[in-house]
């Protein structure tokens, strides 16, 4: 029964290019969950998803980032126009049921902008 | 702005040792109180959860002692092991809202 699969694990991008982040639940969620994390500090909540609505994004700046969860697929966390700020690592995690109860986390994505 | 307030921010603790680590929340639709244990370049692993209708809940080595009127919860590592060194965050969840504290680094030396 395999984890919460993030990818990449490590992703560098120029300033201005587009990051895109991947993140496939447990089998069985249907709820997901995006968070970062700067270096020595802790998780900042980003976006909650269920399958193809956007239960809560007011973790995320308005501007550059988006995020999705289709039907089929994994949930994808896009970052446009990367600035030398979003460099973090992202986690994204996963429940069975809302967002008030267990949930799994990825080993993230870490994000370097050069 | 909500918070969870956690405390404190770093501990070191005596192989053997109790390692206690303190949260305070303010919001009181919360209801579901998680710990999560991180080691470097990991994610955040589940460790113990508790909810409101329970004072406290221990597995293992590990304890939550839940004050519901205070808002107050704490993790209690027993007989706490160098392996446990690690960063442990709390979190407070309601059914939409999630806030972590900063995170406690542990060391637990030999």
């Known amino acids: 029964n395999a984890g919460v699969m993030q990818n990449p694990r490590h992703l560098v991008r120029r300033r201005g290019q587009e990051a895109r982040l991947r993140c496939s639940p447990m089998k069985g969620h249907s709820h997901v969950y995006w968070y970062r994390q700067l270096p020595e500090e802790g998780l900042k909540f980003m976006v909650y998803l269920q399958k193809e609505n956007i239960i809560d994004e007011s973790g995320m700046p308005k501007e550059r980032f988006s995020a999705e969860f289709p039907k089929e697929g994994p949930s994808i966390l896009r970052i446009q126009q990367v600035v030398r700020g979003d460099s973090a690592a992202y986690f994204c995690?996963?429940?069975?049921?809302?967002?008030?109860?267990?949930?799994?986390f990825g080993q993230g994505t870490r994000l370097t902008v050069v | 702005q909500q918070q969870v307030k956690q405390s404190p921010q770093s501990l070191i603790v005596q192989k053997g040792g109790i390692s206690i680590i303190n949260c305070a929340y303010e919001?009181?639709?919360?209801?579901?109180f998680p710990w999560y244990q991180q080691f470097p370049g990991k994610g955040p692993a589940l460790l113990i959860a508790i909810r409101p209708d329970v004072s406290e809940k221990k597995e293992g080595r590990f304890t939550i002692s839940f004050n519901k009127s205070a808002k107050q919860f704490s993790l209690h590592i027993m007989d706490s092991q160098p392996g446990d060194s690690a960063t442990y965050f709390c979190?407070?969840?309601?059914?939409?809202?999630?806030?972590f504290g900063p995170g406690t680094s542990l060391s637990v030396i030999p």
């Open positions: 995690a996963s429940s069975r049921e809302s967002l008030n109860t267990e949930a799994f």
């Open positions: 979190a407070a969840h309601s059914y939409d809202k999630v806030i």
């Open positions: 919001n009181t639709a919360f209801d579901y």
